[in-house]
C-alpha cells in the first residue's frame, strides 16, 4: 500500500474559519502556481516548440482520405512544417477578410483535421476561436454567433445546408470557410454581400492575393485564445473566456509531471486518437499537451461507429475517453469471457483477481498473465498504448481497475470543467488506488469549504468534507458578455464553486463523495444528488442510460432507464417465466409489463449491492427502446443527461409511473 502525498497544503496559507488550506500539486513544494514555460506566450509558440522538439519534417497530424469506393485508407500525415505553413495561410486569410486580432472566428464542425488547422490559423494572428458542438443545433449556433458577433465561421460540409437556413438573421457573418467542395445550389443561398469560400480558396487568399502571407501578430499569455461555450445541462450555452495562459499553463504542469516521472513521456513516437470533441476543453488541451511534446495526433473517420477501425490502423498510444465509452468496453470484455466459458472464462477471472489485488500494491503488469491472458485485450487497442485518460464524468472503481489489469498501462483519472481548461487535477501514473481524481495539477489549487445545510463540515473526521472550490492560472476570465453570472461564479477573491462535494483522502487526492448542484429535497425530507445515483446504475451491464428523476412534492424516485439490448436479453432467456420472448423486437420488450418488473427488480437489486439509501432506489421506471442522444436533445456532447430537456421530453411518463407508483403503495 502506498503512503505517497500527492497533494499538499500551501505554505504560509492563513486558517479561514469554514475552510480547509488551499492544497496544490505535491511536485510545487514552493508554494507557487505552475505558469507557462519561458518563451512560450501563446498556443502558437506551443505549436512551435513541439515542431522545435519533433523536427520541422516529423509527424504532426493525420487523417484517413477516401478513396474512390468511398472507403478509407491509410493515415496521410501532414508534418509539423507543413501545418505551421497552412496555419500561417488561413490565419492570414482571415485577416484580409476582415477577422483583425481578437475577432471571434467560429469552427462548426465535428473532429478533423481541418478544425485544428483553424485554430492554429487564429492563433498565428490573435483571432479569437470559438467552437461549437457540432451537434448542438441550430438555434444554439445561433446564439453563439450573435453573442461573439463572429465575423467568419469554418465549417464542415454536411452542416452547411442547416446553416444556410439562418445565416440571413446573423448580419455580421460575412463569410463562411467550407471544409471540402461547396455544392452549386449553395453558392446562391448565401445572403446578400456575404460569401462562401473553401478553405483552399482562404488558403490562397491568406498566402497570395497580391502579397505574401500578412506579418504575424504575436498574443500574450493574458490574451484570450478561445471562448469556450459549455454544453449545458440545464439550460443555454455560456461561452467561457479562456486565455493563452489558462492553456499554456495546463501544458507546463503536465510536462513538470512527465519530468518527475507521475506521467509517461511524450515525444514523436507517440500518437493519439482524437475521439472526444474538440469543442470540449479536455480534448483541446490533450491536443495542446501532445502538440507541446511534439507528439502525433490523428483524427478517426467521423463515424464513431468505426472508431475500432481507426484504432487497428493508427495503433495510438495514447488514448483519452469518457467513462461510457470505457464502461462499455468492460462490459463486452467481461459478456465475451462469461460466454467462453470452462477454463478460459475462469483463468481470466482468477488472473483478473490477482491483478486487481497487485494494484493496492502500486503494479499493474504480471510476467506471465499480460502475456498468456491479457494481450488479446490489449491487441484490441492496437497493443501500444502507453497512457490512457478518463475525464468529463466519474468512472466507476470497477472499470477502473479492469482498465488497469487488462491493458497493463498508465490509466489516468482525470477532473475538471470547462471554466477550469477542462483538467484541474488528475491521478499520478504510480497511483492504483481507485476512488479518488488526484491532486490538483501545479497550475491549479483546491480547498474545501463547509456546507451545513448538507452537513458536511472541514472539521469532519477522519477527513474534512465540504465543497471544492478551485483558483489558479487554469480558470477562465468570464462568461461573454454576462457579468452577473461570472460574479455569481468567480469570488472575489477568484474561486470558483465546482458544486461538487468531496474530501482530501489520506494520500491528499480529491474524492468526490456528493454533488451540490441538481440536488433536490423528496417529500419526506431526504436530499438525492440524481447523478450521483446515475453512476452507479449505468455501471450495471444491463443499463445502457439512466435519468433519475425526482420532485419535492413526491416521497420517492422514478427512473427513465435505456437497457443494453444484448444483455437485457440474456436476462430475459434466463428468467424461468418470459424466456420465449426473448427475440422479440425491443421496443415491444420495453413495452412488456413483464419485461418492466424483470428490470425493476434489477433496478432494486443492484441499489441494494451498491449501498443505496432506500429512498435513492426508483420505485418505478420507463423502458425507452430509443438512446439518450445529442441528436434528441437529451445528452450533451460529453454524454451527460441534460436534466431540463429529458424533464420536458417525459414529463407525462414521470406523471404516469407517480401515480402507479402511488397507486401500488397506497
Not at 33 to 45: F, I, S
Not at 423 to 428: A, E, F, M, R
Request: with cysteine; proline share 5%; charged share 20%.
Amino acid at each position: 500500500m502506498t503512503t505517497a502525498i500527492y497533494s499538499i497544503e500551501v505554505p504560509g496559507a492563513p486558517v479561514v474559519p469554514g475552510e480547509t488550506k488551499p492544497r496544490i500539486d505535491s511536485i510545487n513544494v514552493d508554494g507557487k502556481l505552475t505558469t507557462n514555460m519561458d518563451g512560450v506566450n501563446n498556443m502558437h509558440d506551443n505549436l512551435l516548440l513541439g515542431m522545435k522538439l519533433a523536427g520541422p519534417n516529423a509527424r504532426c497530424l493525420g487523417y484517413r482520405p477516401m478513396n474512390g469506393n468511398n472507403e478509407p485508407g491509410p493515415y496521410k500525415w501532414m508534418t509539423f512544417k507543413e501545418v505551421k505553413e497552412s496555419a500561417t495561410d488561413i490565419g492570414s486569410g482571415f485577416t484580409k477578410l476582415g477577422a483583425s486580432a481578437k475577432s471571434r472566428v467560429g469552427i462548426f464542425s465535428a473532429n478533423r483535421i481541418e478544425w485544428s488547422l483553424v485554430d492554429y490559423g487564429c492563433c498565428v494572428y490573435g483571432q479569437i476561436s470559438v467552437p461549437m458542438y457540432d451537434t448542438l443545433g441550430m438555434e444554439a449556433v445561433k446564439h453563439m454567433a450573435e453573442e461573439t458577433e463572429m465575423v467568419v465561421i469554418a465549417i464542415s460540409p454536411e452542416k452547411l445546408t442547416e446553416f444556410l437556413k439562418l445565416w440571413a438573421d446573423l448580419p455580421l457573418v460575412k463569410t463562411v470557410v467550407v471544409f471540402g467542395e461547396i455544392p452549386k445550389e449553395s453558392v446562391a443561398l448565401a445572403p446578400e454581400g456575404a460569401q462562401l469560400m473553401t478553405l483552399d480558396n482562404l488558403m490562397e487568399l491568406g498566402k497570395n492575393d497580391g502579397h505574401a502571407p500578412l506579418p504575424e501578430i504575436s498574443a500574450g499569455p493574458s490574451d484570450a485564445y478561445t471562448i469556450c461555450y459549455t454544453s449545458g445541462t440545464t439550460g443555454r450555452p455560456k461561452g467561457a473566456v479562456l486565455s493563452h495562459m489558462c492553456f499554456l499553463s495546463t501544458v507546463n504542469a503536465a510536462r513538470n509531471r512527465i519530468n518527475h516521472g507521475h506521467i509517461p513521456t511524450l515525444d514523436n513516437s507517440d500518437v493519439h486518437l482524437s475521439i472526444l470533441p474538440l469543442a470540449h476543453c479536455l480534448e483541446r488541451c490533450i491536443h495542446a499537451i501532445l502538440s507541446g511534446n511534439g507528439a502525433r495526433i490523428g483524427f478517426n473517420q467521423g463515424d464513431m461507429r468505426k472508431v475500432v477501425e481507426d484504432i487497428g490502423e493508427l495503433r495510438p498510444t495514447v488514448l483519452v475517453g469518457v467513462p461510457r465509452i470505457f464502461n462499455r468496453i468492460h462490459d463486452q470484455v467481461w459478456a465475451q469471457v462469461k460466454a467462453r466459458g470452462g477454463i478460459a472464462s475462469s483463468l481470466f477471472s482468477y488472473a483478473h483477481g490477482v491483478k486487481r489485488a497487485n494494484l493496492k500494491m502500486g503494479s499493474n503488469t504480471h510476467w506471465l498473465w499480460d502475456r498468456v491472458v491479457f494481450k488479446a485485450v490489449r491487441e484490441r487497442f492496437g497493443g501500444r498504448l502507453r497512457l490512457v485518460i478518463s475525464g468529463a464524468a466519474p468512472i466507476s472503481a470497477d472499470v477502473l481497475d479492469f482498465l488497469r489489469v487488462t491493458l497493463s498501462t498508465t490509466v489516468l483519472e482525470g477532473y475538471g470543467m470547462t471554466e477550469v481548461t477542462g483538467p484541474s487535477g488528475v491521478t499520478y501514473g504510480g497511483d492504483m488506488q481507485a476512488g479518488s481524481v488526484g491532486p490538483p495539477l501545479g497550475n491549479s489549487m483546491y480547498k474545501l469549504v463547509s456546507v451545513p445545510d448538507m452537513n458536511y463540515k472541514v472539521d469532519d473526521k477522519p477527513n474534512p468534507r465540504g465543497e471544492l472550490y478551485i483558483k489558479g492560472n487554469s480558470t477562465f476570465s468570464e462568461y461573454y458578455k454576462q457579468p452577473e453570472l461570472t460574479a455569481e461564479t468567480i469570488d472575489t477573491d477568484g474561486w470558483i464553486a465546482t458544486g461538487d462535494i468531496g474530501t482530501f483522502n489520506e494520500h491528499g487526492n480529491f474524492v468526490v463523495i456528493d454533488r451540490r448542484k441538481n440536488m433536490f429535497k423528496l417529500a419526506q425530507g431526504e436530499y438525492v444528488t440524481p447523478e450521483r445515483i446515475e453512476i452507479i446504475y449505468t455501471d450495471c451491464p444491463v443499463i445502457e442510460q439512466i435519468y433519475i428523476h425526482g420532485d419535492s412534492l413526491q416521497s420517492t424516485l422514478v427512473a427513465i432507464l435505456v437497457p443494453n439490448e444484448e444483455f437485457l436479453r440474456r436476462e430475459i432467456e434466463g428468467s424461468f417465466t418470459i424466456s420465449e420472448r426473448a427475440s422479440k423486437p425491443l421496443n415491444n420488450l420495453c413495452m412488456d409489463q413483464d419485461v418492466v418488473q424483470l428490470m425493476m427488480n434489477i433496478v432494486k437489486s443492484w441499489g441494494q449491492k451498491n449501498d443505496l439509501k432506500g429512498f435513492e432506489i426508483p420505485k418505478a421506471v420507463y423502458l425507452e427502446s430509443d438512446p439518450f442522444s445529442v441528436e434528441n436533445n437529451i445528452m450533451t456532447p460529453t454524454l451527460k443527461v441534460k436534466r431540463l430537456a429529458a424533464k420536458a421530453r417525459y414529463s407525462q411518463i414521470i406523471a404516469e409511473l407517480y401515480a402507479k407508483s402511488n397507486s401500488d403503495s397506497a
